[in-house]
């Protein structure tokens, strides 16, 4: 192995402006928390990069940490030169012969630094034809090559690469504030949590449960589904919702064609205090419109009515086979269709309306006693904090 390093690029965080090192240093804290089961690492942010200095440690278990955080264009193992044509000339060389079965090559030269007295085009010439002169039945192919060397001059050092991993993208979870998943143990609410998160949102999650009606499998279900979400945001904290008392009060007060609107706002209130208690400053669902009776619009406008939170959908507009495209991606649709009932399910009525008003959700809900159970229903939440290594730990009051 000829490789001592990985050089990491940014996609979308090149184009901020005077925040760009907010950014910048979030991502590479989210590497560092990431990467602190690998010992022996180096981690530090240059302009425009983060490099990684391997010190001997194997680089498949970076790589494969690296491709899940949000934020990196891509990135590249890495030979380190010095800033000298010669050690360039010899790196490239030695890259080359790294692949046995390569017939064709090109020089990419960057020089990020700019007083390095070759230009580009000069380190292109000098390097690819030193590399040309030493391996006899290789030739040129700027267009398509079997190898693609690419050779940056930094301030300090050239680092040496040769192919290109594809990062995840999006900004670095952290850089958009925090939002509350309403998490649900289907197969859309994680995919919208992965979603939120690579817009740069930190998420914490929010479940509903109602035993006996629902068992501990469920529960279960709900907190792998969190913990497969932390590879991506190192860390969530779950609020698990005791439900039963709620619904057996909305299914003796409510119509039934009534019940599934009513319920959903209650769990909109509820999800609001928690949220409001937590700093959190907007919701997320895992809806798409038009998908099933709740998720109309008429039906997205009357249970909405109940929060002046901002509701984010990253799904809104996908179909169901793009969504399980993106949870078979994420490992989270394994889990998502084991078979254990949450509570919309449990008491989803037969005849639940698509087009309820918001002046019949308001009268029916003066039947209910609101304020008691919802108090009841948040007094009792439990919370834990998960992370993809750490054992579930349900201290969480002083972590954030």
Known sequence: MIYDHILIRFGELALKGKNRSVFEKRLLENIKMSLKSVPNLQIKRTFGRIMIEL????????????????????FSLAFKVENELEAMQKGALKVLRSYENANT????????????????????????????????????????????????????ATYITSASYQGAGGLPVGTSGKVLLLLSGGIDSPVAGYLTMKRGAKIEAVHFHSPPYTNERAKQKVIDLAKTLTKFGNSVVLH?????????????????????????????????????????????????????ASQTLHSMNTINEVTNLPIIRPLVTMDKLEVIKIAQKIDTYETSILPFEDC???????????????????????????DKYIDDAVARTEKMVLTSSAPVNKEVDNLF
């Open 55 to 74: 010190n001997g440690e194997n680089h498949e278990p970076v790589v494969g940490k690296l491709k899940d955080i949000f934020g990196i264009h891509s």
């Open 105 to 156: 090559f090109k020089i990419t030269a960057r020089r990020a630094y700019k007083p390095f007295p070759l230009d580009t085009m000069q380190l292109n010439r000098e390097v690819g034809g030193y590399v040309l002169e030493n391996t006899p039945g290789v030739t040129v192919d700027v267009h398509n090559p079997d190898v693609d060397i690419r050779v940056e001059v930094r301030e300090t």
């Open 240 to 292: 698990l919702v005791p439900f039963t008392d709620v619904q057996k009060h909305i299914h003796s007060e409510i119509p039934s064609n009534m019940q599934m609107t009513i319920m959903r706002r209650i769990m909109l209130r509820i999800s609001e205090r928690i949220a409001l208690d937590r700093g959190i400053l907007a919701l997320g669902t895992g809806e798409s419109l038009g998908q099933v």
């Open 344 to 370: 919309c399910t449990i008491f989803l009525p037969p005849d639940s309306k698509t087009r309820p008003k918001r002046e019949h959700a308001n009268k029916y809900e003066q039947y209910l006693e609101m």
